[in-house]
C-alpha cells in the first residue's frame, strides 16, 4: 500500500513563503513520477507540478517562477518550494503519484495540506 503524507501548509501574507513536503513509500519513490495538484474552493483539482525519476520537471504556467519542485530519493521526500505566494494560491494542495499494478495504472493522493494566502 503506498502511503503519501504530506506537511507545511499553513497560512502566509501575499508575497510570501511556503515549503511543502510529501514523504512516501521508499520502495517505490526513486522509480516514480510525483505530482502536486491542488483545489480551491468551487473549482477543480489542477496540476501545480510534477516531477519524474530523473528529475525532470514540469510546471502549471501560472507558478512558474515562483513555484520550485524537487525530489530527495534518499530521504523518499518531495519538496514544492512556494515563493512570492498570491492569495490564487490559496488552496489545499495535494501529492500524487501513479503507479502501474500489473493490470491498471492507480493514483495515489496524500490527504491534503492547507494554504492560504492572505491580502
Known amino acids: 500500500q503506498v502511503q503519501l503524507v504530506e506537511s507545511g501548509g499553513g497560512l502566509v501574507q501575499e508575497g510570501g513563503s511556503l515549503r511543502l513536503s510529501c514523504t512516501t513509500s521508499?520502495?517505490?519513490?526513486?522509480?516514480?513520477?510525483m505530482g502536486w495538484y491542488r483545489q480551491a474552493p468551487g473549482k477543480q483539482r489542477e496540476l501545480v507540478a510534477n516531477?519524474?525519476?530523473?528529475?525532470?520537471?514540469n510546471y502549471a504556467d501560472s507558478v512558474k517562477g515562483r513555484f520550485t519542485i524537487s525530489r530527495d530519493n534518499a530521504k523518499t521526500t518531495m519538496y514544492l518550494q512556494m515563493n512570492n505566494l498570491k492569495p490564487e494560491d490559496t488552496a489545499v494542495y495535494y501529492c500524487?503519484?501513479?503507479?502501474?499494478?500489473?493490470?491498471?495504472?492507480?493514483?495515489?493522493w496524500g490527504q491534503g495540506t492547507q494554504v492560504t494566502v492572505s491580502s
Open positions: 521508499g520502495s517505490i519513490f526513486s522509480r516514480n513520477t
Open positions: 500524487h503519484t501513479i503507479m502501474w499494478s500489473g493490470a491498471t495504472w492507480d493514483n495515489y
Open positions: 516531477i519524474n525519476s530523473g528529475g525532470s520537471t
